[in-house]
């Protein structure tokens, strides 16, 4: 395992592959090691980073450290100790949270960002939840498949006090408005059936800033990386792939993506 | 193929990690102590270092340490192989400029498929990691 001390603490994190710098920050369910297969993926192309946000996996549990502010911070402290200049950043849940945060902070670095289950919908979020106990929400977000035992098992290791400090700091929180005023190419993903994170009707919010897209996987739930794996990767790398400055509007969902061979 | 030191003083472990590497095809100098380790690494300049953290004669943190002071050696990524539930460990280990650790035990096609990772993160090239957006 990788790691870097911060704030004389162990913030655990991995890299795969060349190329330019990407970061994925998981969700309130699980750790780092989700994103393995896409990773694999973005990393033909792209230096791909995921890292244990505080709380998380084996990343140090400090639960001074787990209002979204510390997150994002990790986040900024872990780019200038990896020397990481421009980004991309791609979250999920919580991570898509702290992604939205950073870019809002730190425009100027963050090329693009794709936010995957953003709980747009604050109104009934923790009667969504319902628990914040990770044994519990990996029972209900992980459901049977069986491509998630990594995640169910790193979900266990999480502390109980980040995910629910965290949800409770997104009271105060417009992210919607907040997704709207980025100036990064941005591509907001749900899963249809994601028994916690709402699908907003962002089509009735009026027309979409044009370097804002949405899109929804109708046969997922809340981790659309593992329930539609090669649907889900071929938009990572559709979205990567765009030209700096492009909008992501163009973008849809496609089968599965194969590398071309020369 | 990768030359890889070891040093480990429990010597069920030692030998199972130098069969399996060399069994995965790398070429393997094994040590049981600290001090050993330092003066071998100096002769072989290995690829990459696999080393416990307590040792005799030198821990490998006081190893870790002291090649990290010599130019041509300082570049060599040690790895501290260290037990679960010691953080304290671990974060001294990365103070002391090791690059990753491993937690013991570890099952041997996980420490192969480990290894292999390592050695393509760290292996020296003239290319930029890194590329610019």
């Known amino acids: ?262 | 193929m990768a030359k890889i030191l070891i040093a480990e003083d429990e010597r069920d472990i030692r030998d199972l990690i130098t069969f399996t590497l060399r069994f995965a095809g790398h070429e393997v100098v094994a040590t049981s102590n600290g001090e050993e380790a330092f003066l071998r690494t100096q002769e072989v300049k290995p690829d990459l270092i696999l080393m416990d953290v307590r040792m005799p004669r030198m821990t490998g943190y006081e190893v870790c340490k002291k090649l990290k002071e010599i130019r041509e050696l300082r570049h060599i990524p040690v790895v501290f192989l260290s037990a679960k539930g010691q953080e304290a460990e671990v974060q001294a280990g990365l103070e002391a400029g090791a690059v990753e650790y491993i937690l013991k035990p570890f099952a041997p096609d996980q420490l192969t498929e480990r290894v292999n990772a390592l050695l393509e993160k760290y292996k020296p090239s003239g290319e930029s990691i890194e590329t610019p957006w």
Request: glycine share 8%; no cysteine.
């Open chain 1, 1 to 262: 395992m990788s790691a870097v001390i911060i704030d004389d603490k162990i913030v655990h994190y991995e890299v795969l592959g060349r190329g330019k710098p990407i970061i994925f920050l998981h969700g309130w369910v699980g750790s780092w090691r989700y994103w393995i297969p896409t990773m694999q993926a973005a990393s033909t192309s792209y230096r791909a980073y995921a890292i244990d946000l505080w709380g998380f996996g084996e990343t140090a549990k400090e639960s001074q450290k787990y209002s979204l502010e510390q997150q994002t911070e990790l986040l900024d402290t872990f780019m200038n100790a990896m020397g990481i200049g421009k980004v991309a950043l791609i979250g999920h849940g919580l991570g898509g949270v702290v992604a939205l945060l950073y870019a809002n902070k730190q425009s100027f670095v963050v090329d693009r960002v794709m936010l995957v289950g953003l709980p747009v919908a604050l109104d009934d979020l923790f009667e969504r939840f319902g628990s914040t106990v990770p044994s519990d929400l990996s029972s209900r977000l992980l459901d049977q498949n069986p491509g998630a035992d990594v995640a169910r098992s790193e979900a266990l290791k999480a502390d109980e006090k980040a995910i629910r400090i965290s949800l409770e700091d997104l009271k105060y929180i417009d992210l919607l408005e907040m997704s709207k005023q980025i100036s990064a190419a941005s591509l907001i993903v749900h899963g249809l059936n994601d028994p916690v994170i709402g699908v907003p009707d962002l089509s009735s919010n009026g027309d979409l800033p044009s370097m804002l897209h949405h899109i929804v996987f109708n046969e997922s739930g809340h981790f659309p990386m593992l329930d539609q794996p090669n649907k889900f990767n071929r938009l990572v790398n559709d979205f990567l792939d765009l030209e700096p400055g492009e909008s992501p509007q163009r973008l849809q969902l496609k089968e599965e993506w194969k590398r071309r061979i020369r």
